[in-house]
């Protein structure tokens, strides 16, 4: 009993936020990509629990040129990391991905969203709790909504998950950058313990269910 009450304790506190982190001050700079977006390129956004994951997800897909972490879908300006572990500030850890629409459409990317998480556990995606990790759906305008809740309608019909599915579909308000040290986390911390145990296989779990939207050059 002992042996069972320690792995299991090990799998609750092994989460986005307990794992890697480190103290946020209020007063941190915030931070920006340094690049621009380039001409032809396109934005979609996705809320599907740990940023980490969500990110290594996205960039593992063919005709995706970026994916950054951030926070998206609350009131709070500005927020930390601090601020949005305590869920009060109606934010989620989302993802800003940079996309070639030659290359991948919006549809696709809305496939890579549902097909990577489970979009039926309000307030949690596996071992993270809280709303922060809670599944939004972003759209910048009426046809991404309709590309959006017409999948949604498809999964329903054809009776993908078991459970009803909760994500939220929202528009677009303002998505902040994440700090920096968010930023490609799973790929330069390949030994923390969150990203061995939940980042990682999430990752090899999409790339196996889906291995014609990959890159050909995926870790």
Not at 3 to 12: A, D, E, K, V, Y
Not at 18 to 36: E, L, V
Not at 153 to 166: Q, R, S
């Amino acid at each position: 009993m002992k042996i069972q009450f320690t792995l299991f304790s090990l799998l609750i506190f092994q989460t986005c936020l307990s794992i890697g982190s480190k103290p946020i001050d209020n007063d941190q700079k915030i931070w920006h990509p340094t690049t621009t977006l380039q001409k032809g390129l396109k934005k979609a956004y996705f809320a599907g629990g740990c940023f980490w994951c969500v990110e290594a997800i996205y960039e593992s897909v063919e005709g995706v040129h970026e994916v950054y972490s951030g926070y998206s879908g609350g009131e709070t300006k500005n927020p930390n990391y601090r601020q949005i572990g305590t869920g009060k500030t109606g934010h989620a850890e989302a993802v800003e991905v940079i996309y070639d629409p030659t290359k991948v459409s919006f549809g696709i990317l809305v496939q890579v969203f549902f097909g990577s998480h489970d979009p039926t556990t309000p307030f949690r995606q596996g071992p993270d709790r809280g709303s922060q990790y809670r599944s939004i759906a972003f759209y910048s305008n009426d046809t991404e909504r309709e590309i959006i809740q017409q999948y949604i309608e498809l999964l329903v019909e054809k009776e993908i998950f078991e459970n009803e599915i909760v994500t939220e579909v929202k528009p677009l308000e303002k998505f902040y950058y994440a700090e920096e040290y968010h930023q490609d986390y799973e790929r330069l911390n390949p030994n923390n313990p969150y990203v061995k145990n939940v980042s990682i296989p999430r990752l090899r779990k999409f790339q196996k269910a889906y291995p014609e939207l990959l890159k050909t050059n995926t870790h």
